[in-house]
């Protein structure tokens, strides 16, 4: 019996722990069940919330969430439930941060629940759905509205998705998401808000201002195409947002050009028409409508990537390329366009770079908070505006890292929408509820060619700027009215991401014409170099970074053009590629040809290859070269000695930068060398010596046969 006894606890207490195993482990066992579902077989993301911040008031108003609902399995889900929760108000700016981060509910025990909405039919394998969930707030506890907004901060609203495997299922959880809504009984001080706006694009154009590489840009700037939809935005928000305009001069120069006439650059060579006038005319014609709405500044022609430029010791230049260049842009952004608010690309400069910048006359340099760190864990964040370490004379405008992450994908085009709208809303909003009784500042800057969403765009900017919280300031403005705070030293940035073959290719052609310039006129170098300075800074355009195939082309393009001058001169080679000296000092002709349609100053040089002595030609210095002929210059040399020498003969610039190729000569000398003269005399007095001798022994024999005699 004891036994028995004995085998019956054994066996209460094996099924005791296989219970307990499976309370402790309820996924083991739903992956074990195929009716159970998995608690994320539903995605569910927040795409809209309206308003995204409500009203503080008695009465009660409406709230509007769209939820987009996606079924990951192959089952049909039944009776597919939204709950809705509001949880306690945030006050804390890193518990904000970290709850979108990583979504969940906080506190069971202090949420507040909204009304369940239950879906009007199954949801099906993989199908997605928007649903509209209509709520409403009030500061109210009574349960007259779903969310009572009753003390300030950010709430965060929990949705909670139940569903069944089988019509007569159980519902459980299969999905959650969690969105924000800012409160304030009391109007605090706002934060105001500085949206940077670029118009902006990559070059299209090399040389030449008639001729362009694409037809591209005119599909950009017609109805639907980015740059028509990125100015559609500072159109729509005018009279409520000033918005800080950045214009690359170089875009506009374009379509002025566009306007008039151009050419294009076709397949296999062919040049055609371009077709993009009207358009070009039209979308300047709403530029200028629009720009005394807004304040404007201007980035160097090209915008070219200053930081990648001046690392590698290049200039660059913020005026225009010409006078025509200058009038054309001067008829439609205004003769007084100033470049006072500076935006290297990526909000990332060295010292040298920012130093630069502020002599190029930049008042306000915008820099990311990876560059200025200082402020970048405070809680509440120090306001945007901060002086520029080492530097006097200009503040740098400083974004948050956090706020950038959020703001790029809610403005483009198919990103992910309204859905972020109120994550930023939230953190903009939170620097108000942390310190209420001052105002605050911040800076948005969208990606440098931004392609937005114009609907998203403009009420993204509404809603960031007149809540009752916010308020716009353009950086011209916030720099007379905002105080700077001390971001901490400034951080060199990492490498610039411009393509290494872009920046070598305009840093050999600086070098070429820098050295090249020796050989001409002031008056030809200007003749022959026009549009080079255009076409190194359109190579080294801060847009490569993110175009690395059309880099290449540009930079190939410029490598060609470069080659091209420098082949344009060289050393003709002989017919039969050898000369004969019969001195040991005489004149050898050199003929240069010069393709060019300028004159050149030019050197030749004559090397003996492997450095073999006995031949040396003397340095003429400097010869002239007419535009377009050859001409026969005169090289004194001298040999040392009689035989044969390979001559290495090289067309330089007066700088020493080597023209053309190479051409080797062959030099034959029979004449004796001063060393051979001397051995000559010295054997032929040797031999008449000899001679001497023989002759006074001879004397001096018959004169003893004489005397013998």
Not at 20 to 33: L, Q
Request: hydrophobic share 45%; proline share 8%.
């Amino acid at each position: 019996m004891r036994l028995v006894r004995s085998s019956r606890a054994g066996a209460a207490l094996t099924l005791l722990g296989l219970v307990a195993t499976a309370a402790v482990t309820p996924r083991a066992a739903a992956f074990s069940d195929p009716g159970q579902l998995a608690d994320d077989a539903v995605t569910v993301a927040v795409q809209d919330v309206a308003p995204s911040t409500p009203v503080y008031s008695a009465k009660v108003s409406p709230l509007t969430i769209t939820l987009a609902l996606t079924n990951t399995t192959d089952r049909t889900l039944y009776t597919t439930t939204i709950n809705g929760e509001r949880e306690a108000p945030l006050s804390t700016g890193d518990g904000l941060r970290d709850l979108i981060a990583h979504p969940r509910q906080l506190d069971p025990d202090s949420t507040s629940e909204m009304h369940p909405m239950v879906l009007d039919r199954p949801l099906g394998p993989h199908e997605s759905r928007a649903v509209v969930y209509k709520s409403s707030t009030s500061n109210l506890s009574d349960h007259s509205s779903d969310i009572c907004l009753c003390n300030p901060g950010i709430y965060p609203i929990d949705f909670t998705v139940q569903a069944a495997a089988a019509a007569d299922g159980v519902p459980t959880k299969v999905g959650f998401a969690q969105s924000f809504i800012p409160s304030f009984p009391d109007t605090p001080q706002p934060v105001r808000i500085s949206w940077l706006w670029p118009l902006i694009d990559r070059p299209h154009r090399m040389m030449s201002d008639t001729s362009f590489r694409d037809d591209d840009l005119v599909t950009s700037v017609r109805p639907g195409g980015r740059l028509d939809r990125a100015l559609t935005v500072a159109e729509r928000v005018a009279k409520k947002v000033r918005l800080t305009l950045v214009i690359d001069p170089e875009l506009v120069d374009e379509l002025a050009v566009m306007s008039q006439h151009y050419t294009v650059q076709a397949d296999e060579g062919r040049v055609v028409a371009g077709t993009g006038g009207p358009a070009a005319a039209a979308w300047l014609l709403r530029l200028r409508a629009t720009l005394h709405d807004h304040d404007v500044s201007r980035t160097p022609y090209a915008d070219p990537d200053i930081a990648a430029l001046t690392a590698r010791g290049l200039p660059w230049g913020i005026g225009a390329f010409d006078l025509a260049q200058q009038q054309r842009v001067s008829a439609i952004l205004g003769p007084s366009m100033t470049a006072d608010i500076a935006w290297p690309a990526g909000e990332a400069i060295g010292s040298q770079g920012l130093q630069e910048l502020v002599r190029a006359g930049a008042a306000a340099v915008i820099l990311n908070d990876t560059t200025l760190p200082g402020g970048a864990n405070q809680s509440p964040r120090l306001d945007a505006l901060a002086p520029l370490p080492g530097v006097a004379g200009a503040v740098a405008a400083v974004t948050d890292r956090t706020l950038q992450a959020a703001l790029n994908p809610l403005l483009a085009i198919g990103g992910s929408g309204r859905g972020r709208l109120p994550q930023l809303v939230a953190q903009l909003a939170m620097r108000a509820v942390e310190a209420p009784q001052r105002a605050h500042y911040v800076v948005l800057a969208p990606a440098r060619q931004v392609d937005p969403d114009p609907v998203a765009a403009v009420r993204t900017m509404l809603d960031t700027t007149t809540a009752r919280w916010a308020a716009p300031l353009s950086i011209r403005q916030a720099m007379t009215r905002v105080a700077p705070v001390d971001h901490g030293s400034l951080v060199a940035p990492p490498a610039s991401p411009l393509p290494h073959v872009a920046l070598e290719a305009a840093a050999q052609a600086a070098e070429f014409e820098n050295s090249f310039r020796s050989a001409l006129s002031a008056p030809d170098a200007a003749l022959l170099f026009a549009g080079l300075s255009a076409a190194i800074q359109r190579t080294a355009s801060a847009a490569w970074r993110q175009d690395p195939l059309r880099s290449a082309g540009y930079a190939s393009a410029l490598d060609r053009k470069i080659a091209g001058w420098r082949n344009s001169v060289q050393i003709q080679r002989p017919s039969n590629g050898s000369y004969t000296l019969a001195s040991t000092s005489a004149p050898l002709f050199v003929t240069v040809i010069n393709k060019l349609p300028v004159p050149v100053k030019v050197r030749v040089s004559l090397t003996t290859v492997n450095g073999v002595v006995g031949f040396r030609a003397d340095d003429v210095g400097p010869q002239e070269v007419p535009a377009g002929q050859k001409a026969p210059l005169r090289i004194p040399v001298h040999v040392q000695r009689a035989g044969r020498f390979e001559i290495a003969a090289d067309v330089t610039t007066p700088a020493g930068d080597k023209l053309g190729a190479t051409v080797m000569l062959g030099i034959n000398s029979t004449a004796l060398g001063r060393i051979g003269v001397i051995i000559t005399t010295g054997a032929a007095g040797v031999l008449v010596l000899a001679l001497l001798m023989r002759l006074y022994r001879r004397w001096r024999f018959r004169s003893a046969q004489r005397t013998v005699a």
